[in-house]
């Protein structure tokens, strides 16, 4: 992985990077060379793509990836490379660089001045509303094919809170100057998040985290340490403790690698291929879950709601939602309690 940025200059950039930048430079004529600045580069060794960031004029910046997501995939991307394709990569930016240069840079920089002054506005809006927003930047990104001139696709970057309620860089695309206004607005205004944030700043408390959640989180770690660790943050369902925050909320889904038979999800569980008689699940109501299933992720504090029996292609599997305790929790202390204490 290699980044560099124009501030720190081309005799501090490294030799693939360097490379990179000479090969755009040869494919640019003299003219546009002059006029085009190479903001930063970030080259990903780990599928040899890369991204280039170029000022073009003033307001006016283009950002050009080269890669394997490629909408398209006729841009010259050798999937069997080992290494980056200079001569690709230096080719498709200097083409995007080549088709935006031949529209008129002074209006397009009008318009893009225009428009993130629009969204800087909005965000100032939402933020003395009590949603917090931060307008980052407007970028352009390279279209979806070189004769679609009436659309220019941007990128927007902002502030705003994360599924962890912390501030955090988040970024949206629309297809044109026009539709990134209201894109922008659907993506980045959450009253729900903010309101969520007041309610814990309130309580002391950094979120909500369900009994599941923490019963999987003992399974291979102290909870208090592990909340106070940061690993939270870099918590997923595909690894332990397979876990997902929404909103401030910790929530366990998952499965158990030793019997994937056997998995849960938010406040049901599900057991492959069993069944119950309709009179023994109606029966279940109201009994811990630990009296119908063994296993060290469940207690008793989850209690059957409703159980069935669910039909997935030739086997029957046995599926038990239940109510559970939501508690409180401290990052910085790792206190976990319950939310009416």
Known sequence: MKNWNADDGKE???RRVLDLLDAIEGELSRDQWRRTKVL??????ADHSCEVELELAPYVVLLVYYGPDHDDWDDGWDHDTETLDVVGAAGLVAGWVDYYTEMSLAKLADRMVTTQRRLQILSERWSSQGNPVEFVDLKIVRARSFLCHQFIPVIARYRALDDHLNMAIREVQADSLNEILDTYA?????PERAEAARTLAGLGAHGWIDK???????????VADFLKSGKLYRAHHFAPPQLIVFDGHVRASGWDEGSRNFSWRYDTVKVMEKSLPEAILHSLRGQPITDVIEHPILTPELTITRAWVEREYDWQNLMIEFKQPRFLFNRSTGRVWAEDS
């Open 12 to 14: 501090n950039a490294p």
């Open 186 to 190: 659907f993506d980045a205004l959450s």
């Open 40 to 45: 930063s580069i970030f080259i990903d060794d």
């Open 212 to 222: 599941l959640a923490i019963n999987a989180i003992r399974l291979e770690h102290d």
